[in-house]
């Protein structure tokens, strides 16, 4: 089993949709969840941390589901601005952090 | 005021060459990385050094070499390039080696012939 699996998408929404990305784990050992974003040919930026409560950022909500090892991102009110690569990532307490493959978001007019 | 800054930006060279990447954090953070980014997009964490130390070391040939001069400098040296290594290179910085969010620099293209 892969360390941690997102679905590739692409995801194709209309502007002002409400889309969601999960992003499981099976490293039970992980501490930290991040989601990032990367444009095209671009570097990865930091989205937002995912805390355990959960927590949101505007139009961004985070999720972290410890049972079922997943955490999530929902983009609400999509803007074309949002399309992009979405990636989840994770930290063990040793120090290695690793990425999810990323999910595609295409936002249309 | 770039706060992670990498050089060269592009990198064309032939198979069997040696060549080094250079990598600049600003930012204060106490630990560096190196991620290889692949044609399907795959982010794969090569180094990771805290303090100028290494702590993480993935299955890297040892063609690669990191240096870490000091705190705001990690360095990539390859040896012996391979078609293969082909991909985007990512240096990136965090406050601490566990738990922080990462820094990525603009990364550098390397194309080898």
């Known amino acids: 089993r892969k360390e941690v699996e997102q679905d590739p998408g692409p995801f194709n929404v209309p502007e002002g949709a409400t889309v969601a990305f999960n992003c499981t784990y099976s490293?039970?050992?992980?501490?930290?969840f991040f989601w990032y974003r990367q444009d095209c040919r671009k570097e990865p930026k930091l989205l937002m941390s995912?805390?355990?409560s959960g927590n949101e950022d505007g139009r961004f909500t985070a999720q972290l589901n410890r049972a079922s090892q997943y955490i999530s991102l929902l983009i609400r009110d999509s803007k074309l601005s949002d399309s992009a690569t979405y990636l989840c990532a994770f930290d063990t307490n040793a120090g290695k952090s690793t990425f999810g493959d990323g999910t595609t978001l295409t936002v249309k007019p | 005021d770039t706060a992670v800054s990498q050089t060269p930006k592009y990198l064309v060279t032939q198979m069997g060459n040696d060549k080094s990447i250079k990598c600049e954090q600003n930012?204060?953070?106490?630990?560096m990385y190196w991620y290889k980014q692949d044609s399907k997009k795959f982010l794969k964490i090569m180094f990771s050094?805290?303090?100028?130390?290494?702590?993480i070391n993935e299955t890297v040939p040892n063609r690669f070499s990191p240096k870490s001069p000091d705190k705001a400098h990690l360095n990539l040296h390859i040896n012996s390039l391979e078609l293969g290594d082909s991909a985007v290179y990512f240096c990136?910085?965090?406050?601490?080696?566990?738990?922080?969010?990462?820094?990525f620099g603009p990364g550098t293209r390397l194309t080898v012939t």
């Open positions: 995912v805390y355990s």
């Open positions: 990136a910085s965090s406050q601490g080696a566990r738990g922080y969010e990462q820094y």
């Open positions: 930012l204060g953070h106490d630990t």
């Open positions: 050094y805290n303090n100028k130390e290494l702590i």
């Open positions: 490293n039970s050992a992980s501490q930290s």
